[in-house]
C-alpha cells in the first residue's frame, strides 16, 4: 500500500481531478440562477467533475477535449415531457407519396410501392397532398382484402380501403390517433422499421438538443418496451426515455404498470406512469369550459367521462403511479384539480405523486393558484403558437370566448407566479423540439409572422422558459437528483446552442441553432 504523500496518490488525486471534456463559455446558464456566467463545466465519464467560474485550467490534463463555446450558451439537457414517436414514425411508414401531383401518379407510386412488399402485408403511405383523392372502390378494386392507409401530409387524415376499415377499426372521418392504435400495433411490430426509425428519431431531437423525453404510448405500448430494452442493453440509446400508458383500446392496466416499473430501473430507461385525455379543442368547440361558448349554447361539445378518469388516476395514484391528465378549457383544468385533490398528500399538502396537467390552454387564474398550493406539474406547449397565424387565432377566440376571457389564454406568467413547475413538451409531431423558437413564442408571444406579441402580460422570461426546459423537465421525470442541472456530480447531459438567447432580442431568437449535445458524458450531436 501506497504511504501518504508517495508519487502514487499524487498521481491518483491528479487523475481524479482531470477532466475527459471540459467546455469554457462565457455563457454557462446551470438552471440554477437567473442569468449565466462565464466559466466552465468539466466532464469525466458519465458525470459533470465540476462546473464554476474560470477556465476549469486546473481539471485539463493532457488528453482532455477542450470546447472554446466563447459566447455559446450551455445549459444542461433539454427535456420534452410529452411526445408521440408514433405519430413520428407513421410519417415516414410506408411509400413517400409526397411527389404526386395528381390521383393518377398517386396510384401508380402505391402500386410500386405494393410490388415490393411481401404477400398480405398492409399498403401504408404518407406525405399525400392535400387536395389529391382516391376513391375508397378504386381503392378497394386495388389490394381487394388487403389493408391500405395512405395519410396526407398532415397525419390526422387520410384515404382508405374497406378492408383497412375492417383491419384497423377507424375511418377518414376518425382519423386522430386515438383511433388508430391498431394500425399503431401493426407498426410497431415491425421492427426492421421501427428500430430505424426510432434511432432517425433520437439523432433528430440530439440536434435539437433533446436529451430526455416522456414518451405516450397508447396502451402497453404494443410491444415497443422490448425495443426499448434491447436498445439500453446495447448501449444505443442517445436519450433518456420515461414512457406512459395512455388507454385507449382498454382501461388502465395496472399489472402492466407494475411490471415496467419493476422491469426498467435503469439509467436510461423508466416507466413514467398513465396519460389521459379529457377535454379537446376550444376551436371545435370540444374544450370544456365554466361559461358557455358564446358561438353556441354548450360549455362542451365533446362528452366526457370524468367519474372514469377519476376512478382510474385514483386506482394509480394509490399503488404509487403518476397521471398526466390533459386539460385545454377552464372547467377541464378545474375538474382535474378536483381530482387531484382526492389523490394522497405529502404532510404539507402537496401532491404524494408527480401529477401533472398537459396543455393548459386556457385557464382561470384561481386555478392556476390552486394548483401551485397543490404541487400539480404544468406540461405546456411553449412552441403551440408555431402553429397559429394572428388573423386566425385572434378571430377564433373573440367568436369562441370573446377578448375578455382571451386574457388568459396561454397564462404561463400566473403559473410561474403561483408556484407551479413548469416542464415543456411538444405533442411532437404537433411541433417538433426547437428551444430557441419556443424563447420566440412564449417570452416574445409572437406568432410566426411576428407583429404585436398576443398576451404579453401572460408570457415567462428566458431564464424561468429555459428552467422548464430543463430542471422542470427533470422534475416532472422525477430525475431531478441526478439531471437537470449544471452541479458537480450530476450526470452530463448538456445541449450547448450557437448563441447566447439571453443576449437576442425574443423576437430574433428563432436564428439560433443547437450546435453541441452530450448525454451521459457523449457527444450525440456536434455541427462545432
Known amino acids: 500500500m501506497a504511504c501518504a504523500g508517495s508519487a502514487y496518490e499524487r498521481k491518483m488525486e491528479i487523475t481524479m481531478k482531470t477532466a475527459d471534456k471540459l467546455l469554457r463559455s ?35 490534463g493532457p488528453d482532455t477535449e477542450i470546447y472554446e463555446l466563447d459566447d455559446r450558451l450551455v445549459c444542461p439537457g433539454f427535456s420534452d415531457v410529452h411526445c408521440f414517436f408514433t405519430g413520428y414514425a407513421l410519417g415516414f411508414a410506408g411509400a413517400d407519396l409526397s411527389a404526386a401531383a395528381n390521383a393518377d401518379e398517386l396510384l401508380a407510386a402505391v402500386r410500386d410501392h405494393a410490388g415490393s412488399l411481401p404477400a398480405g402485408d398492409s399498403v401504408l ?17 386495388m389490394f381487394g382484402e388487403t389493408p391500405c392507409v395512405l395519410f396526407y401530409e398532415d397525419g390526422e387524415s ?32 415491425d421492427r426492421d422499421f421501427i428500430v430505424p426509425a426510432y434511432q432517425k428519431y433520437l439523432a433528430m431531437l440530439n440536434a435539437r438538443g433533446v436529451t430526455s423525453t416522456k414518451e405516450m404510448g397508447f ?12 436498445l439500453e442493453a446495447e448501449n444505443a440509446l442517445t436519450m433518456r426515455v420515461h414512457f406512459m400508458s395512455q388507454p385507449v383500446g382498454a382501461p388502465a392496466n395496472l399489472p402492466y404498470a407494475r411490471a415496467m416499473r419493476e422491469r426498467f ?28 361558448y358564446l358561438c353556441a ?54 401532491l404524494a405523486n408527480r401529477h401533472a396537467i398537459t396543455d393548459l390552454e386556457f385557464s382561470d387564474p384561481a386555478d392556476l393558484e390552486r394548483m401551485g398550493r397543490l404541487g400539480a406539474i404544468a406540461e405546456i406547449y411553449p412552441q403551440i403558437q408555431s402553429i397559429a397565424d394572428r388573423e386566425g387565432k385572434l378571430a377564433m377566440i373573440r367568436e369562441k370566448i370573446g377578448e375578455e376571457r382571451g386574457r388568459y389564454y396561454w397564462n404561463r406568467r400566473k403559473m410561474a407566479d403561483s408556484g407551479v413547475t413548469i416542464s415543456c413538451g411538444t405533442d411532437l409531431p404537433l411541433t417538433i ?16 409572422e411576428g407583429g404585436e406579441p398576443f398576451n404579453p402580460q401572460n408570457m415567462l422570461t428566458v431564464s424561468e422558459l429555459l428552467t422548464a426546459w430543463t430542471r422542470g423537465g427533470q422534475v416532472n421525470l422525477g430525475r431531478e437528483r441526478e439531471l437537470g442541472t449544471l452541479e458537480a456530480g450530476k450526470l452530463a447531459d448538456i445541449a450547448v446552442l450557437d448563441g447566447n438567447l439571453f443576449a437576442v432580442a425574443p423576437k430574433d431568437a428563432r ?8 448525454v451521459d458524458g457523449k457527444v450525440v450531436y456536434s455541427s462545432l
Not at 403511405?125 to 382516391?134: E, N, Y
Not at 377519476?310 to 385545454?328: K, N, P
Open 219 to 230: 396502451d402497453d405500448f404494443y410491444g415497443f418496451p422490448d425495443v426499448l430494452e434491447r
Open 265 to 292: 430501473t435503469g439509467p436510461f430507461v423508466r416507466f413514467s406512469g398513465f396519460n389521459q385525455m379529457t377535454d379537446g379543442s376550444i376551436s371545435c368547440l370540444e374544450g370544456d369550459l365554466k361559461q358557455p
Open 158 to 189: 387520410c384515404l382508405m380501403n374497406g378492408a383497412a376499415r375492417r383491419t384497423f377499426g377507424f375511418t377518414p372521418e376518425t382519423c386522430c390517433s386515438e383511433s388508430y392504435w391498431r394500425l399503431l400495433r401493426y407498426l410497431l411490430n
Open 26 to 60: 462565457q455563457a454557462i446558464f446551470t438552471a440554477l440562477q437567473e442569468r449565466p456566467q462565464p466559466g466552465f463545466v468539466a466532464v469525466q465519464g458519465n458525470r459533470i467533475l465540476a462546473c464554476g467560474g474560470g477556465d476549469g485550467a486546473a481539471y485539463a
Open 433 to 448: 423540439d426547437d428551444i430557441p423558437q419556443s424563447v420566440y413564442h412564449a417570452v416574445g408571444g409572437y406568432f410566426p
Open 297 to 350: 349554447p354548450t360549455r362542451c361539445a365533446k362528452q366526457i367521462d370524468y367519474a372514469a378518469i377519476e376512478a382510474e388516476t385514483l386506482a394509480a395514484d394509490a399503488e404509487g403511479f403518476r397521471f398526466s391528465l390533459h386539460a385545454q378549457g377552464d372547467a377541464a383544468i378545474a375538474r382535474v384539480l378536483d381530482i387531484y385533490e382526492k389523490c394522497r398528500r405529502n404532510p404539507d399538502g402537496t
Open 511 to 518: 436564428a439560433v441553432r443547437a450546435c453541441l449535445t452530450l
Open 125 to 141: 403511405g404518407h406525405g399525400l397532398r392535400r387536395g389529391i383523392v382516391a376513391a375508397e372502390d378504386v381503392l378497394d378494386g
